[in-house]
């Protein structure tokens, strides 16, 4: 398996270079818009730079409207796993208190080993 | 030429009567033999009407060829063969039967030429393919599958009362364009939308497809909803409604994937929003917009199909698929990692993968036809779907913080199946022409001007610098083990929620109405005894039984005494 062989991205440098060789497409791409001659079928499409400005700013403002939904909208990995629990009405039908409860994780996490029952 | 009758489901739903009587070696060669044979009956078959038959007053049609029935067929050979191999390492016969019966059932559905028809395949879809969902065996997978299920039949009976009043307003069950005018239409409309996964009717996707089975997701990801791409595409194409729809269906998701921990739910998420685009061209209706969307969901299938299958290959090789879990795994699964990030690429639409020369014909369309704000939405939500399935996928699961997790590359039939996909989805953005074949019209579109070549190119290295500078600067939101809340909140949460407290109310109020009933009663009886005793002193009911004996056994000495008397 080699352990610990050193890969890829395992060297900060080859990660940087990669990331270099990024930001230099990216410039080139930027330039490009300005030697190419477009088609257009709309005005907005000949502004300075539309499309990569709309992809950067696009993928920001998707990600902190997501950052900003998660305030609300994240919840324990258990949310849902107490479904029926603390229902007043229910009482009288739940296990008895002497029953253990299986706890959260060991009832619905997939363990490595168990999550393939194919074979 | 008998065979040509043969609906093209038969053969599967013989594969599922095979698939359940023998296994090993002569159950896999059998399997993968049926998509093969089945292509190549349907590759002679002509377009027709191929079966017909009266029934009441109604003309079915149960097999009935066009282009646009064959282009779905065509890509659901594809997609079965591929997911066959891709399980021939399962040994689950229940999953085998039931991935060859929701095959049948797609392909069914897709020839069938009357709404009845329609909708037997509907319902089979939904039978079958839940059992791809319980196959998992686990608790929440079993309780996702129930409400995959009701949804599913939900969605079937509305179809159902909607084709009967279809029958009553047309007199025909024919199933060609519908639209919304009256009830008939609107009914069949929603029971199709359901099926699409349309805005607030889309959890039973994001709740069940992450909780089936490896293999049984791969197959799941290719039919239900491209059989009601394909009923929209017949029923309803040019609905402007369809536009705002779809455009909605491509945005909001992706919200949700780029939050989302679990990386098969990702990709669900990011499934709603491809076939956003879909919906988005069956509203435009032109020819190039219906051309686009059936050419996407072509490539869609194979490209989401190979990105359900790389994840399925974590899963089924790590035991884990959450992205707070993984990481690092390039080192040990590099050719995962590079079929991965050929999906990636296929569903991001760069240039000479898939999705470039597919998805862009909806985009051209919706240009063409003056939706500028529509075309706008679009182009955010492909910048968005490269951001969280072309990046974040691959991303998180292969690159990432090391996660320490050492498995090897999947078994070979899963990665020869991953190849077969990958090698697909490069074709047919390299020869983008042999796909544009097969479509329905006739359009001369060119995907590759430099104009949009360069534009797609740099919105796309643009919304990946997004996310390197947000990674660097720290900004981005960690993949946290925890769960985000979206409209199944209403129905697992809220409804039972608040139906809990309204039947606890009631409960009360009947339990207080009772007692109070009971303890009238009781105060009734007492002021009636009260009564009864004022009126018949020593007999009351006041006094012991025995004190009644004794006044009986008393009469009685007296009537014998008195009677020895006379």
Redesign the interface.
């Known amino acids: 398996?080699?352990?610990d062989?050193n890969?890829?991205?395992d060297n900060a440098k080859n990660v940087k270079r990669f990331?270099y060789l990024?930001?230099g497409?990216?410039g080139v791409?930027?330039i490009?818009?300005f030697v190419?001659?477009?088609?257009?079928?709309?005005s907005?499409?000949n502004l300075w730079g539309f499309?990569?400005?709309?992809?950067?700013?696009?993928?920001?403002v998707?990600?902190q409207?997501?950052?900003w939904?998660?305030t609300?909208?994240?919840?324990?990995?258990n949310?849902?796993?107490s479904?029926?629990k603390g229902?007043?009405?229910m009482a009288e039908f739940e296990d008895p208190p002497g029953v253990e409860e299986k706890s959260v994780e060991e009832?619905?996490c997939?363990?490595?080993?168990?999550?393939?029952?194919?074979? | 030429m008998w065979m040509i009758e043969i609906p093209p489901f038969v053969p599967f739903f013989i594969g599922a009567l095979i698939a359940a009587v023998t296994h090993g070696l002569l159950r896999n060669v059998l399997m993968v033999s049926i998509p093969i044979i089945s292509a190549l009956h349907l590759s002679m078959v002509p377009e027709a009407v191929h079966l017909q038959f009266a029934f009441l007053d109604y003309q079915l049609i149960p097999y009935q060829v066009d282009k646009l029935s064959l282009m779905f067929a065509y890509v659901f050979h594809i997609a079965a063969f591929i997911s066959i191999i891709y399980?021939l390492?399962?040994?689950?016969t229940l999953?085998q039967v039931a991935a060859m019966m929701y095959t049948g059932s797609g392909l069914g559905a897709v020839f069938a030429g009357d709404l009845l028809t329609l909708f037997v395949f509907w319902e089979f879809l939904a039978f079958s393919s839940v059992f791809l969902i319980w196959?998992?065996?686990?608790?929440?997978a079993y309780?996702a599958g129930m409400r995959y299920l009701i949804i599913q039949v939900l969605s079937g009976i509305i179809l159902l009362v909607g084709a009967l009043f279809y029958a009553l307003e047309n007199g025909t069950l024919a199933f060609s364009y519908i639209g919304l005018d009256g009830l008939a239409g609107c009914l069949i409309f929603v029971a199709f939308g359901i099926k699409c996964a349309f805005p607030l009717a889309h959890n039973w996707l994001t709740d069940a497809y992450p909780e089936a089975?490896?293999?049984g997701t791969v197959f799941l990801s290719a039919f239900s909803t491209k059989v009601a791409v394909y009923a929209l595409a017949r029923g309803y194409p040019g609905t402007e409604l369809l536009i705002y729809i779809g455009a909605a269906m491509a945005c909001f998701p992706?919200?949700?994937a780029?939050?989302e921990n679990d990386l098969r739910r990702v990709l669900a998420y990011s499934l709603i929003n491809q076939v956003g685009f879909m919906v988005v061209g069956i509203g435009i209706g032109t020819a190039l917009a219906i051309n686009g969307t059936v050419s996407h969901a072509f490539a869609h299938i194979i490209y989401k199909g190979l990105l359900f299958m790389s994840m399925g290959a974590v899963?089924?090789m790590?035991?884990?698929i959450n992205g707070s879990d993984l990481g690092g795994l390039?080192?040990?699964m590099p050719k995962t990692t590079a079929l991965c990030i050929v999906g990636a690429a296929s569903i991001s639409a760069f240039p000479l993968f898939s999705g470039f020369v597919s998805k862009s014909m909806v985009m051209a369309a919706a240009?063409?036809n003056g939706f500028?704000w529509i075309?706008?939405t679009l182009?955010?939500a492909s910048?968005?779907v490269f951001?969280h399935a072309g990046i974040k996928i691959p991303y998180f699961a292969f690159?990432a913080h090391d996660s320490g997790i050492?498995v090897?590359d999947p078994p070979n039939n899963m990665l020869f199946a991953m190849v077969i996909a990958a090698a697909l989805c490069i074709f047919i953005g390299v020869y983008p022409t042999a796909l544009y074949a097969l479509l329905p019209y006739e359009t001369g579109y060119n995907p590759y001007?430099?104009?949009h070549v360069?534009?797609?190119?740099?919105?796309?290295?643009?919304?990946?610098?997004?996310?390197?500078?947000?990674n660097l600067r720290g900004?981005?939101?960690p993949e946290?083990?925890?769960?985000?809340?979206?409209f199944d909140w209403f129905y697992?949460?809220f409804v039972?929620n608040l139906l809990?407290k309204i039947?606890?109310i009631i409960?009360k109020k009947d339990k207080a109405l009772r007692q109070y009933f009971l303890s009238t009663m009781d105060r009734f009886l007492i002021f009636l005894a009260k009564i009864n005793d004022g009126i018949s002193i020593m007999l009351s009911r006041t006094y012991p039984a025995g004190s009644m004996a004794l006044w009986v056994a008393v009469i009685l000495a007296l009537y014998l005494l008195l009677s020895f008397i006379n």
């Open positions: 398996m080699g352990t062989k890969h890829l991205f990331l990024f930001y497409s990216c791409l930027f490009l818009d190419v001659h477009r088609h257009i079928i709309l907005w499409e499309y990569p400005i709309y992809g950067f700013v696009g993928c920001i998707l990600v409207a997501a950052k939904a998660r609300y909208l994240m919840h324990p990995e949310y849902y796993a479904e029926g229902c007043e009405i009832k619905h997939t363990k490595p080993g168990d999550h393939n029952v194919d074979d | 399980s390492h399962v040994r689950d999953q196959a998992r065996r686990t608790q929440r309780a089975t490896v293999t992706i919200l949700f780029v939050i899963l089924h790590a035991g884990r390039y080192k040990t240009l063409e500028n075309w706008l182009l955010f910048a968005g951001h690159f050492r090897s001007d430099a104009s360069l534009a797609q190119t740099q919105l796309l290295f643009f919304a990946a610098l997004a996310f390197v500078w947000l900004v981005y939101p946290l083990r925890a769960i985000n809340l979206d697992r949460r039972p809990q039947f606890l409960w």
